[in-house]
């Protein structure tokens, strides 16, 4: 990526579907007060994945839900914000629709870009632990376009109701463990130490963990974690070369 200059937000993990769809409409009211307070000073926006707790698109069908904050994101596109998704493990199956209808810009994995002098390392934050043998596995099922056309195949009703089932489960199963910060046991915190073994970061940017985190790796680098939208309305900002975890009242 070009390096990036200016009053630059972060913000991952709303997860909106989750548990249900009346649920979440109070999340988007607040995630789409968050965007009207920042749309006359941000000059980018990072959405770093799991912004929807499933989504899918056919052909000619898409989700429906979503339309307040898809339409803010919309707008700050054209008040010329550079609006950016890094996508997570459970929008993974985003494709064009976004790019082409909201005019934001989609991303894969991990990259590496200079923000406002400083050297970012960001993502989702999943996958990053190579001894998850059985996430790894799962991951590349998914990634396969031969079964996201079986999937497709599937009327939608049907899909999402087995997506949202599949999420539900995955997210009981992990509940608990996700309200622990393990510190250096974190996978992340490992993958931060190794890649600082080979290369420098003033700061390593995830999602994915739920837990708002600035970590001090070394004295010239941080690991900040942007927290969800369910619990904490957490976000972070950069500039002038600093950066700060917040929380949206």
């Known amino acids: ?109 991990i990259v590496d870009v200079e923000i406002n002098g400083k050297k970012v390392r960001m993502g989702h934050g999943d996958a990053l632990d190579p001894k998850d043998y059985g996430y790894h596995i799962i991951k590349w099922i998914y990634a396969q376009p031969f079964n996201q056309r079986l999937f497709a195949m599937l009327h939608p009703r049907q899909a999402f109701s087995l997506a949202r089932a599949v999420s539900f489960k995955s997210r009981r199963a992990h509940e608990e463990a ?25 700061y390593f940017v995830f999602g994915h963990r739920h837990l708002p985190c600035d970590y001090t790796l070394t004295e010239k680098s941080r690991y900040i974690n942007t927290g969800d939208w369910i619990h904490h309305a957490s976000y972070l900002v950069m500039e002038n070369g600093e950066a700060d975890l917040k929380r949206f009242a």
């Open 1 to 109: 990526m070009e390096p990036v200059n200016g009053k630059v937000f972060f913000l991952s993990d709303c997860h909106f579907g989750l548990p249900d769809w009346d649920a979440s409409r109070e999340r988007e009211a607040r995630l789409c007060a968050f965007l009207d307070s920042i749309a006359g000073d941000a000059t980018h926006l990072f959405l770093l994945g799991d912004v929807f707790d499933f989504w899918f698109e056919y052909r000619d069908v898409v989700p429906k839900h979503c339309l307040r904050f898809l339409g803010r994101l919309a707008s700050l596109v054209d008040r010329g914000v550079q609006v950016y998704y890094i996508l997570g493990n459970h929008d993974m199956w985003s494709f064009s629709y976004l790019q082409d209808e909201i005019g934001l810009k989609q991303i894969r994995g």
């Open 178 to 202: 996700d309200k622990v910060f393990r510190g250096e046991e974190e996978p992340i915190i490992r993958y931060c130490r190794e890649v600082l073994r080979q290369q420098s970061f003033d």
